[in-house]
């Protein structure tokens, strides 16, 4: 039975808890109760508990001589593990830069803290601004809707960089954060959201992560369209690793691939001399698995094709639009992987024999998936021929033509539905040229 004198008791020390102010720890940046800061030390940053002097948590000035003690030896500590670790490949220090094993060695701690350490002080540094100029697309309180440009980052390698689309948003804002949400691959242009108020950040994230938010792609190929899927086709095929070549994904039907499915409209097209159709006849006559029609077709015979082709994916895998247009027969042009200069393009025997996707091979595929990535070994991206001959001049572009043109999402508060779209980039509007293909409308 609880007494008023437990009750009591039990208030007080409720209260004097509540009165125990809290400290950051300097080694991890957790905020902890003053009273249980020491144990916190001793299970964090060991090294920082030992070398305290132990009078220093006897003053009687509640704790603000030991917390700063153990501060000022928790920054000796990260200056040593900045010098070892980062500094003396800049010239700053002596010797190699060492490693956060070696680092943590050589110290007498464990390795996870100088990761730590090495990750707080990079968090430190302030993310670099980038004055060049950024296309906006639409601005207010909450959000900064940008056009990327093609051949950028969407955020740096390192945050005392520039060059990304990030660092210039960074510039535009100014005192504000434009939250990241989503992301763009360094070769693909168009439109890109950032997230301007935090209250926000959560939920416009969620919706990308869920596929909730709506994205539609524009890209330029050459190929053979499906046959019997006229203008629209989707794309219902796994997506797993190449096997072969690290930066690669191929459509995998093994069991070992993920889901992924990808919405195709072809809204433009025009025939092509840049191959010849009679050495595709697998290619031409046979649908590829996991490609079906969305509406009907009025082919009478296949033929070489360049297309502008409205892509909605409705998955989110690595390189899901560029391996599923090219498993469809359509690949994009002056893709670096998969690209139709890659298929159809080498410029000897020995380029025929490691990356051309040649009849006999189509021949040797499976008739219900002719097209089938994995039985084929594109190049490294950096070994990888640069378009040339018929494939060069307007078609070579230095990345994939593939372009974000709209992006819809709901507002997390109003509920009411958001789009934004982006012109296709000059680049693009070139091939479009070239292969005399219609962009009117998209650009």
């Not at 094709?305 to 247009?325: D, E, F, N």
């Not at 572009?397 to 999402?409: D, N, V």
């Amino acid at each position: 039975m609880t007494t008023d004198g437990d009750e009591t008791r039990g208030t007080r020390r409720a209260r004097a808890r509540a009165r125990t102010p809290f400290v950051a720890c300097p080694a991890c940046g957790t905020e902890v109760r003053w009273t249980g800061y020491r144990e916190h030390l001793g299970k964090c940053a060991k090294d920082v508990l030992e070398k305290t002097p132990r009078e220093a948590w006897r003053d009687g000035d509640g704790g603000r001589g030991a917390y700063e003690t153990t501060r000022a030896i928790n920054d000796a500590f990260a200056e040593d593990v900045k010098r070892m670790c980062f500094r003396a490949r800049d010239g700053m220090g002596d010797g190699e830069r060492m490693t956060p094993e070696a680092c943590a060695a050589a110290l007498g701690v464990p390795t996870g803290r100088v990761k730590t350490t090495l990750r707080r002080a990079s968090l430190a540094v302030e993310l670099a601004r980038d004055a060049a100029p950024l296309d906006v697309v639409h601005e207010d309180d909450e959000f900064l809707v940008v056009n990327k440009p093609p051949n950028l980052r969407f955020h740096p390698n390192h945050r005392f960089e520039g060059n990304s689309l990030l660092s210039r948003a960074l510039h535009h804002t100014k005192g504000e954060t434009p939250y990241i949400v989503h992301r763009l691959d360094m070769d693909t242009s168009g439109v890109a959201v950032f997230v301007k108020k935090q209250s926000l950040v959560s939920d416009v994230a969620r919706q990308f992560h869920e596929k909730t938010a709506r994205k539609t792609y524009l890209a330029i190929s050459v190929g053979v369209t499906p046959p019997g899927c006229g203008d629209g086709f989707v794309v219902d095929a796994p997506i797993g690793d190449h096997g072969v070549v690290k930066e690669a994904r191929n459509v995998d039907f093994s069991g070992e691939g993920k889901e992924a499915r990808t919405v195709c409209e072809v809204i433009s097209r025009n025939e092509t001399a840049l191959f010849d159709i009679s050495d595709e006849t697998v290619a031409a006559t046979t649908t590829p698995k996991g490609v079906s029609a969305t509406s009907a077709t009025n082919d009478s015979s296949p033929s070489a094709t360049a297309a502008l082709v409205l892509v909605k994916p409705m998955t989110g895998r690595t390189h899901q639009i560029r391996v599923h247009l090219a498993h469809a027969g359509l690949p994009i042009v002056s893709d670096a992987l998969y690209g139709p200069h890659i298929r159809w393009g080498a410029q000897s025997a020995d380029e025929n024999e490691k990356l051309t996707w040649s009849a006999s091979q189509l021949a040797a595929c499976s008739s219900e998936n002719p097209t089938q990535m994995h039985q084929m070994t594109p190049p490294d991206e950096c070994d990888s021929p640069h378009p040339s001959g018929v494939w060069g001049g307007s078609l070579s572009i230095g990345r994939q033509a593939l372009h974000a043109y709209k992006l819809e999402l709901v507002h997390p508060v109003t509920g009411q539905m958001l789009a934004w779209q982006a012109e296709m980039p000059e680049d693009m509007r070139r091939v479009c040229d070239a292969l005399g293909l219609d962009s009117t409308g998209y650009s």
